[in-house]
């Protein structure tokens, strides 16, 4: 039963350029949700797709979207990228809206130089 | 205030001991509570829920107290694997949820 996966495992990118980052849910979850880490921080939540629609959102700007395909997987893509959004993004899976007992990847280690 | 808090510690603690963590949340509307345990440069894992009448797996116990608004966790014949950071996760009607940043644990010989 494969579990969460994300891709790539390490990105650099210069700030102004555009980062997509992709997930493909635990078998069996429907429901995708994104967070970014920053180091010493708990993940913060960007947002959540189920039905391939965004059905909540925390506070992040507009630069932060994202999309769900049918087989259930997603990418996060951020624009502008700033010095800022360097961290840990993570994909979590679950099955019906809502983020009870979510399944996590390994995530995305993003550095913006 | 913060939506979340934990103390970030580090608790330090020899084998055998037994340790507790709180977590206090603000939004009085949360619905669901959750533990998750991280390892250094790795994922969160999800530890266990939280109900309200408690519930216990093994040596981990988690209480929920809505009165006081908060949740937390008391680990019992610690580990030296029990190491890692440990963040409450709170969820509200909207279901957005919101992690603490996490309360390190350090187990030592």
């Known amino acids: 039963d494969a579990g969460v996966t994300q891709s790539p495992t390490h990105l650099i990118k210069t700030r102004g350029q555009q980062v997509t980052l992709r997930c493909s849910p635990k078998?069996?979850?429907?429901?995708v949700s994104w967070y970014q880490q920053a180091l010493g921080q708990g993940p913060q939540f960007i947002f959540q797709?189920?039905?391939?629609?965004?059905?909540q959102r925390g506070n992040f700007p507009d630069r932060f979207s994202g999309h769900q395909f049918p087989n259930y997987s997603s990418e996060l893509n951020v624009n502008a990228l700033l010095l800022g959004d360097s961290a840990l993004y993570l994909c979590?899976?679950?099955?019906?809206?809502?983020?009870?007992?979510?399944?996590f990847g390994p995530g995305t280690r993003l550095t913006v130089t | 205030r913060k939506e979340v808090e934990q103390d970030p510690g580090p608790f330090n603690v020899p084998e055998g001991a037994t340790v507790a963590f709180n977590c206090t949340y603000s939004?009085?509307?949360?619905?669901?509570f959750f533990w998750y345990r991280q390892d250094c440069r790795k994922e969160p894992k999800l530890l266990m829920s939280?109900?309200?009448s408690g519930n216990e797996d093994g040596r981990f116990t988690a209480q929920l107290n809505r009165a006081s608004q908060y949740i937390s966790l008391l680990i019992r014949d610690s580990k030296l694997s029990d190491s890692a950071t440990y963040l409450c996760?709170?969820?509200?009607?909207?279901?957005?949820?919101?992690f603490g940043r996490g309360t390190s644990l350090i187990v030592h010989p």
């Open positions: 939280v109900y309200s």
């Open positions: 996760v709170v969820s509200g009607g909207s279901y957005i949820p919101t």
């Open positions: 797709y189920y039905e391939e629609e965004e059905r």
């Open positions: 078998s069996g979850h429907d429901t």
């Open positions: 979590a899976s679950s099955y019906g809206q809502g983020t009870d007992e979510q399944y």
């Open positions: 939004n009085s509307a949360s619905q669901s």
